[in-house]
C-alpha cells in the first residue's frame, strides 16, 4: 500500500496517523458506549455513532438493557448489520456458531479444560491466536447475557495503540514481531493424534489488501514459543511492559444487555465469582470479517 503508516521506512505517514490516532483515542471506557434503541434494527444515527467509536478505537460497546439480554439474536443480527457474517464455529460453538461463554459446571467436562469456561482470568490476547492466516479472526463480538456478582470485568486496547507505544520505543520492535517466525504455537494433541497443527506466524501484519493492521498475540507463557533471537524475546518483553502500564487501556464492565463489538482487539477478563441461581453468560461471536459500515444517505 503506498503512504501506509504501518511501512516503517515511511515516518512521515507514521507519525500523521499516530498524531491523529492518539488525538482521537477515548480516555474513559464511557466515551465508547452507544445506547441502541434496538441491536437487531440500527438506525442510521446509530450506525454513524458505532462507526465513530469504531474509526477511533476499533471496538464500541452497545447498550441495549431494555431488552430482554439472554436472546442471541441481538448480537448476531447486530453483526449482521456491521459486515460480521463468516461465524468461525469452534467445536465448543453452539449450534448457531455463537459460543456461550459460562463456567463450565461439571468437574471433567470437555469445556471445563479451557480456561474461559471457567471463573478464571484470562491474560492479554487477541482471539484466534492459534488460527493459520488464512483463517484469520477480524471481528469479535462479546454480549453480556448475564453478568457476574463479581469481576468478570474486560481490559481493552486497541491494537493499533499496542503498536504505536512499541514502535515509538522502538520501530526494531516492530520488524521483529512481523518476522513470520515470531511467535509459534505447538501442536496439540489429543490422546493419539493432532488436534491442532504447529502455527507459527508474525505478531502483528499488515493485510496486503485492506492495508489494515492485524495482530496476534497471546500473553500465556504456556502453550507458545517465541522466536529465541535477541530481538524476538527485547520486543516481546516491552509488549508486556505496555500491556501491564498503557495509560490507553480501557476497562469495561458488561451488563445485561451490553457488549462489544471490535476488529479483535487486546482484551483481558478478570476473575469472577457468580453462584448457580446468578451465572455469568457471554455470547461470543468470532468472525473472518471485519467491521464495515454501510453507507447510507445522512
Ligand atoms: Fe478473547
Not at 469504531?54 to 438493557?65: E, G
Not at 447475557?145 to 491494537?159: K, P
Not at 509488549?239 to 445485561?256: F, K, Q
Not at 457471554?282 to 471485519?290: E, F, I, K, M, V
Request: glycine fraction near 6%; charged fraction near 25%; proline fraction near 7%.
Amino acid at each position: 500500500m503506498a503512504n501506509s503508516p504501518f511501512d516503517l521506512s515511511n515516518e512521515s505517514a507514521y507519525r500523521a496517523w499516530r498524531d491523529a490516532k492518539l488525538a482521537a483515542y477515548p480516555r474513559s471506557v464511557d466515551e465508547l458506549i452507544v445506547p441502541l434503541a434496538d441491536p437487531r434494527h440500527l438506525t442510521p444515527a446509530e450506525i454513524d455513532a458505532l462507526e465513530s467509536r469504531c474509526v477511533r478505537a476499533n471496538m464500541a460497546i452497545y447498550s441495549a438493557p431494555h431488552l430482554p439480554a439472554a436472546d442471541k439474536s441481538l448480537p448476531k443480527m447486530l453483526g449482521q448489520q456491521l459486515g460480521l457474517i463468516h461465524l468461525e464455529g469452534n467445536y465448543l460453538a453452539d449450534e448457531d456458531g455463537l459460543s456461550s461463554i459460562t463456567p463450565a459446571g461439571e468437574e471433567g467436562s470437555v469445556r471445563g479444560e479451557f480456561i474461559p469456561y471457567t471463573h478464571k482470568p484470562i491474560n492479554w490476547h487477541t482471539d484466534g491466536y492459534y488460527n493459520t492466516l488464512d483463517r484469520r479472526i477480524l471481528g469479535m463480538t462479546l454480549h453480556c447475557a448475564q453478568d457476574a456478582e463479581s469481576g468478570g470485568e474486560n481490559a481493552l486496547l486497541d491494537h493499533e495503540i499496542a503498536y504505536i507505544q512499541l514502535r515509538d520505543t522502538n520501530p526494531d520492535h516492530i520488524a521483529a514481531l512481523m518476522q513470520p517466525d515470531a511467535m509459534t504455537i505447538p501442536a496439540r494433541m489429543d490422546d493419539d493424534h493432532v488436534a491442532r497443527p504447529e502455527q507459527s506466524g508474525p505478531v502483528f501484519a499488515v493485510d496486503p489488501d485492506g492495508g489494515f493492521l492485524y495482530m496476534r498475540y497471546t500473553a500465556r507463557t504456556r502453550s507458545i514459543v517465541w522466536k529465541d533471537d535477541a530481538a524476538t524475546q527485547a520486543a516481546v518483553r516491552i509488549l508486556t511492559d505496555i500491556l501491564t502500564g498503557s495509560e490507553y487501556i480501557l476497562t469495561a464492565r458488561l451488563r445485561p444487555g451490553m457488549g462489544l463489538i471490535c476488529n479483535n482487539v487486546l482484551h483481558t477478563r478478570s476473575a469472577f465469582s457468580d453462584s448457580p441461581e446468578h451465572r455469568r453468560l457471554l455470547y461470543r461471536g468470532r468472525y473472518y470479517d471485519r467491521l464495515s459500515f454501510p453507507a447510507h444517505a445522512a
